[in-house]
């Protein structure tokens, strides 16, 4: 059973109240269709649990397979240095089959954050450090695709539909606490 | 069938299609450890796709000195497109004629649906496995477990 070695740190991008009882955590890669695809359904698992859950993301880009993934990533980083890591990151997998230069520039408007600068940091690969060190933890936990979501730190190895995920939260939610 | 060949046992050496004109044999590859990955078929379903992991964190693999093989009971021809079109970076061998064969001598083919488990092998660099690992068929292991393997090799 593969678990989650990197536990979820106030340096994680997450969602919800820190004292839930369930963590979900997605690595997921902006490009990635499957992502795409779980990208409402894991806002329908959040609305459904409300309090009750916390909703991190982490990058996984699969950077052979999707070129634009890897870019993408650390542009919902550059927007989250300036605290609007959440609304690129639903922007991003709202405009997924326009990922590129020209969409980040111009999501980085729509957000009031500057697309000049935004472009220098992807030239400068500011923020790939963090995306690297997402994907590395991710693969020492046992990342085998995306998205792989992990619930209170064991990786969910079923479907990612809506109650797929929320058959497995109740679960977790009904298991006995040590 | 028999049981997956655990750790401390010495690997069936083998020679297999690597491309449709060349062969390969595990014991050409002695002196560095190696990653035998035995999966299903080829042109499984894209993200979730096991060889498209590996072929993304080839480089913590190489970290390793570990030459990486993908193995399964398609030809070579269509190994060939599978990793054209996926832009593998990794050998694919062709585990087609007999059929299987180095699946069954490592006790990890699937008489009734004709393919291999999905099941993973680290062979150390004398040609003994290390580590070995049979994944529930539908789940794709993930990389963990072999960079836990690659690491616990004497150096």
Redesign the interface.
């Given at each position: 059973m593969?678990k989650l070695?990197t536990p979820v740190s106030p340096e994680d991008h997450a969602q919800g109240d820190s004292l839930a009882p369930v963590t979900l955590v997605e690595y997921g890669?902006y490009e990635?269709?499957?992502?795409g695809r779980a990208y409402p359904i894991v806002k329908g698992v959040q609305k459904h649990f409300g309090k009750r859950l916390l909703f991190v993301f982490r990058n996984f880009p699969?950077?052979?397979?999707h070129p634009h993934a890897e870019p993408a990533a650390e542009t919902a980083e550059f927007a989250g240095s300036q605290g609007k890591f959440w609304e690129m990151h639903d922007l991003l997998f709202e405009h997924q089959n326009r990922l590129g230069l020209p969409l980040f520039e111009q999501l980085a408007e729509e957000l009031d954050l500057d697309p000049e600068a935004l472009s220098a940091s992807l030239e400068s690969h500011e923020f790939v450090a963090r995306v690297r060190a997402d994907f590395?933890g991710g693969?020492?936990?046992?990342?085998?695709?995306?998205p792989t979501f992990y619930i209170n730190g064991v990786r969910h190895?079923g479907s990612f539909d809506f109650e797929y995920l929320v058959e497995a939260i109740e679960a977790d939610l009904a298991a006995p606490r040590p | 069938m028999s049981d997956i060949l655990p750790a401390g046992t010495p690997a069936p050496d083998f020679t297999l299609p690597v491309t449709p004109d060349q062969k390969l044999s595990l014991s050409e590859l002695r002196g560095k450890p190696v990653i035998l990955a035995f999966y299903p078929a080829d042109w499984s379903p894209v993200c979730g796709d096991q060889m498209g992991l590996y072929n993304e964190i080839l480089p913590e693999f190489e970290k390793h000195g570990a030459e990486l093989l993908g193995i399964s009971v398609d030809g070579a021809w269509c190994h060939v497109a599978f990793a054209e079109a996926r832009s593998y970076r990794f050998p694919l061998l062709a585990d087609f004629e007999p059929k299987g064969e180095v699946a069954r001598a490592y006790g990890v083919y699937r008489s009734a649906d004709g393919m291999s488990e999905r099941a993973l092998f680290v062979i150390d660099k004398d040609g003994k496995i290390a580590w070995s690992y049979l994944s529930p068929i539908g789940v794709n292991p993930g990389a963990d477990g072999i960079l836990d393997a690659l690491e616990s090799l004497p150096k």
């Open positions: 593969a070695k890669d990635c269709p499957h992502c699969l950077t052979q397979s590395s693969v020492r936990s046992g990342v085998n695709g995306t190895n | -």
